[in-house]
Structure formats: C-alpha cells, structure tokens
C-alpha cells in the first residue's frame, strides 16, 4: 500500500530563517510521483512540484528547493529565507505510474508559520 | 486561461439530504479527480474519472457516487448525508503521461447540519 508521512505537524520560524519540511514515503511501485502543495487559509491546493521516480536530481525554484533520495523515500522540501507569506499548510502527495496525477495520496501536511 | 472550477464554494445541508458538487477542469485536461479533506487532515481521494469512465475509487461508502461528461467537467453526489460528510470538497484536473501534474479548484465547503 501507498503511504506518506509528514511527521513535523507545525513549525514555527521567524522570519528569515529556512525551514525544512520532512516527507517520507512507501510504494512499491518502481514508477512514480512526488509532489508538493501549498495550501493557504483560502483552502486551494498550490501546485509547487512534481517529480518523477526515475529522476533524482534535486531542484531549485527561487527560494524552495527539494531534495529527492530515493534510497531513504524521502522527498525534503526547503525555504531558504522564509517570509510571512510563505505561512500555510504544506502537504506531500505521491502517485502511481499508472495513475500520473490523477490518484493522489497525501500526507497529513505540516502547518508552517512565519512570524517577522 | 482558467483554472480549475468549482461550484458553490459554500453549501450547509440537514442530515439525510442530497448534494451535487460540481467541477469544470481545465481546458484540455480530460481527467478529474475528486478529494475529501475533513479539517485538520490531509485530502482523501475519493473518486477518478477520466474520459467519462471511472478510473479509480478510494474507500468511501456508496453514498458518494460521481460522473463526467462530454466536456470533462464532473459532478459529486452524495446522497443521506450524515454529519461526518461535513468537509471541504476539493476537484482536481490533470493531465496524463509522465509530466502530469494535477491542479485543484478552491474547492466546496460542505457543512451538514
């Protein structure tokens, strides 16, 4: 069975500071997908990235970056810099091979707060 | 181009009534994805249609059921509604092959009274 732990249920930084938010998963799928949203007081789910299995090699978007190892199912998420807008609910998903985008399973989310 | 959309954004119903959610996906994506998130916990996947047909199903009784139309938009029922239905109702669109990414709506804030 498919499972993610998110086991940092609230962080509170102050500004400036990076912060990392912990995801650890189970499949034993050889295919398939992380990803990361954001989910602000509104309620919306915030598409932040997706990555594939066969592709370990971490990326940078401005002040997030992510680190994928396969070898420990770990998918970190950091903010370099944190700032009061990044303040929100953060959630991990994963997603079979034959499901894509369509069948996501989520974590339990970390609640961050950025205080100035 | 727009994103995902759902309708009503809000809704309060008495236990034991129906409901139809609805979700127009983005233009182009043919598969549509439905969540349940109850407060304080992660989205739970209750359905999956893609091209009109059901393509998965999560653990949720039959109560819920859902389909898609000819022009990918798609509709939730949930029928004898009991207080734990109460949750935000989240629609996903999606596409499909390996760079898939799946994007929500606002989502439908149920409250069963």
């Known amino acids: 069975a498919q499972k993610v732990t998110q086991a940092q249920t609230e962080i509170s930084v102050v500004e400036k500071e990076d912060v990392t938010l912990d995801c650890v998963y189970e499949t034993r799928d050889t295919t398939y997908y992380l990803f990361w949203y954001k989910q602000p007081p509104s309620g919306e789910l915030v598409f932040l990235i997706r990555?594939?299995?066969?592709?370990?090699q971490n990326e940078i978007s401005g002040r997030y970056s992510w680190n994928f190892q396969k070898s420990t199912s770990s998918f970190n998420f950091t903010i370099t810099a944190s700032q009061v807008v990044d303040s929100a609910v953060y959630f991990c998903a994963l997603s079979d091979g034959n499901n894509q985008g369509g069948k996501l399973i989520f974590g339990q989310g970390t609640e961050l707060s950025v205080k100035p | 181009d727009a994103g995902v959309t759902q309708s009503p954004t809000h809704l309060i119903k008495t236990r034991g009534q129906q409901v139809t959610l609805r979700c127009s996906p983005i233009?182009?994506?043919?598969?549509v994805s439905w969540y349940q998130q109850v407060l304080g916990q992660g989205p739970q996947f209750i359905f999956q249609y893609y091209e009109k047909e059901e393509r998965g199903r999560g653990n949720f009784p039959d109560r819920f059921s859902a389909r898609q139309f000819p022009n990918y938009s798609s509709e939730l029922n949930v029928n004898a509604l009991l207080l734990g239905d109460s949750a935000l109702y989240l629609c996903?669109?999606?596409?499909?092959?390996?760079?898939?990414?799946?994007?929500f709506g606002q989502g439908t804030r149920l409250t069963v009274v």
């Open positions: 233009s182009g994506h043919k598969s």
């Open positions: 990555r594939n299995s066969f592709d370990e």
């Open positions: 996903a669109s999606s596409t499909t092959g390996d760079r898939a990414e799946a994007f």
